[in-house]
């Protein structure tokens, strides 16, 4: 048996901003629980990668946090999320890098300067 990611979660300095983020170009569903001030992300992910959830949360400590995390988003169409992300505020690291026999990829940070990436697989 592996041991598969089964959460995520980003620590954020505005966590509000940054589920409105995610929320706006990917249509993530954020659920505010404020007595323990988390947000839960449900991606609403079907079909053959489903992928996983997570939360977004404001450390009760002050920063720095370790680590930046990085993780991909299926998309369709990684030129219309690299739009809406400029749109949302967002900016392109990589427009579009291919994987030999996988798929293709771009990089972009979201408004606090986290990394994160989008994910086209090749079609079947």
């Known amino acids: 048996?592996?041991?598969?990611?089964?959460?995520?979660?980003?620590m954020s300095k505005d966590p509000g901003k940054v589920a409105d983020f995610y929320a706006r170009i990917f249509g993530w569903k954020v659920d505010y629980h404020p007595q323990i001030n988390y947000r839960v992300v449900d991606t609403a992910a079907e079909g053959e990668m489903r992928g996983i959830n997570g939360?977004?949360?404001?450390?009760?400590?002050?920063?720095?946090?370790?680590?930046?995390?990085?993780?991909?988003?299926?998309?369709?169409d990684l030129a219309a999320y690299r739009k809406k992300i400029v749109a949302a505020g967002g900016k392109i690291h990589v427009e579009e890098q291919k994987v030999p026999g996988m798929g293709k990829l771009s990089l972009f940070t979201d408004p606090e300067g986290r990394m994160m990436g989008l994910w086209k697989a090749k079609p079947r």
């Open 1 to 10: 048996m592996g041991n598969p990611v089964v959460h995520w979660e980003l």
């Open 55 to 76: 939360g977004i949360v404001k450390p009760d400590r002050e920063g720095p946090w370790p680590g930046n995390m990085l993780f991909y988003v299926l998309v369709d």
